[in-house]
């Protein structure tokens, strides 16, 4: 191990024991030294988002608010209010106070100084989807789906005003008071989206859209207009005509559905939060598009905009963030991956390490450090597999467009794209000499020299996709797997098209001996005489080479999602979609150290002396492992 990297561990590891807490102060698991990316704000769920009137955030998580200093990005708070799941929340116009909804159907305010609760009721309305003040603050006005409906309440007496039952099959996106607060705006679905109630009589005034469903809803500055987001856009309503004033559509078809609508009164701007976790601004005055950004992976549901309209919180994909409305730009320049780590490799040094986001970038770090050293973005799609060249200075990355694109690791510059394949790339490998090997869910593995644009070889021979490859340590032998259950052996010394044909080996047989269902990753073992697999089927296999002969059957249990194999060639890592990795004898097949972490496994590597593993995980982070460090 080089000199420097030693020193760091063996002076930080000791340290990490005792506080077991990453660089962001976010607990590690055990065995774990450092973490690559954050945790921080990461949620499984978020029932609402808003802003205090000093700028700190409020996340509703189950039947807690936390309270967050969104400048420096620490919660300062955690507190359980409901035994039920908080759905909706307020800011009362003075500040001071949160009207909280909860699916179990209560509704409290309660003190975000103190953290106490102030009062509460029961509504009496289960699947509650929304609670709101009216505009004097004197009300409030209650919705759910069970029944469909609204209520309101005098809020000092906590009496019951009024009870309407909604013609709406499903009340998703709850109620708003129309202007002046006489009326009551619902919105959901199926045969129309929207319907307008008198709250003095209970009559209903219109009922109108018919788009399928509401998601949200927000009344206009003015109180003339509303903007509601529905299938395929968002919409601009007219309250006194009821006629669309103008759409807000980004995009064709249902990738364009709006799950979260605002206004920008300072700008005349609407807000809208998308499926493709986007955020659009949109003109009120010309209907443009004026500004986008994607600060999510997918649908951004719920958000808040700041105070002074500078900033707005919204969760998508596991993640609470803080973007700048003008820029995109997050507050805090987090060193951070906003998809999951699909793939991961160790530079030769084992100081760096490359990692591959369905956020479509690829990203070289300082392991030790868990520091970016370089940021890689272009990967369109996102990579799903990388590789780094054996000289360190290229890594490769096979994206979900369907090609294979190489980037410079000291400039972070795209070196060249490759296309040929139909379908998402699953697995990229070098040999020693730097030649490159893809493969895709078209079934075909492609053979690729730099500078060349054209692949110098195709393989054929699985039937569906091939979803890993490994070079062996001579250079001469291909390995491959793939959905069809097999795992074949390619003679890949000779030069041109005659690479890999014939294939050398098919290894499987009757399914006593063979996978069952996808194989999804194969090595080598060092001395090039076997082959090791995992699948879906739960097993590890370890093959004969020579003969194709099966020489062990390990029975791991959850879907293997990579494997690696240690220098000495004694054992096998193997992570999998139940968030462990588990070495195993590859003599006895008896198991050994298990690493545990609560997010699925997606990348596997280790570093070329075999003391340090690297996991690439769905929630967004890697881990670097001390291999033989005891964990569970």
Known sequence: MPWLLLCFLVSVVPAMAQETKDLHGEPLPTGAVQRLGTLAMRYGGVGGLAYLPDGRGVVLTGGRVDIWDLSRGTRQSSTVVSPAGLVSVQLRRDGAVLLLGDAAGTVCEWDPATLKELRSWDTGQKELRTACYSPDGKRVVTAANNPQGLKEWDLDSGRELIAIRSELICVRAGAIYGPEGTTAILG?????NLERWDLTTGQLVRKWCGIYEAKHMALAPDQKSMTVG???????????????LRPYKHCPGEAARIFQVAYLPATDEVLCGGRDGTIHRWSRVSGERVFSWRPHQSVVAPFAVSPDEQWLLSYGTYQVAETNIRTG???????????????VAFLPDGQRVVTGSSDETLRLWDAAAGKTLCLMPGAT??????????????????????????????????LGEYSGHLGYLRAVCYDGNGRLYSSADDGSIRVWEQGKPEAVAVLQGHRGGVLGLDVSAGGKQLASCGRDGTVRLWDVAAE??????????????PATTSHAGYVTAVRFTPDGKAVVSGGRDGHVLKWDVASGRKLLDIARGSWVNGLVCTPDGAQVLVGGSDGRVMAYNLQTGAAGVTRSHGSSVLGLALSPDGRWLLTGHQDTTALLWRVGAEGK
Request: glycine share 14%; proline share 6%.
């Open 188 to 192: 959901g679905g199926y045969d129309h």
């Open 230 to 244: 529905v299938e395929d856009r968002a919409v601009e309503w007219s309250l006194d005509t009821y006629q669309a």
């Open 381 to 414: 799609l996102g990579a799903y597999a990388v590789a780094v060249s054996p000289d360190g200075k290229r890594a490769a990355a096979g994206c979900k467009d369907g090609k294979l694109r190489e980037f410079d690791l000291a400039t972070g510059k795209p």
């Open 329 to 343: 730009e997050p507050r805090l320049k987090c060193d951070r991956h906003i998809g999951g780590i699909e793939a």
């Open 496 to 509: 041109g098209p005659a690479i890999g044909r014939p294939a050398s080996r098919i290894l499987s047989g």
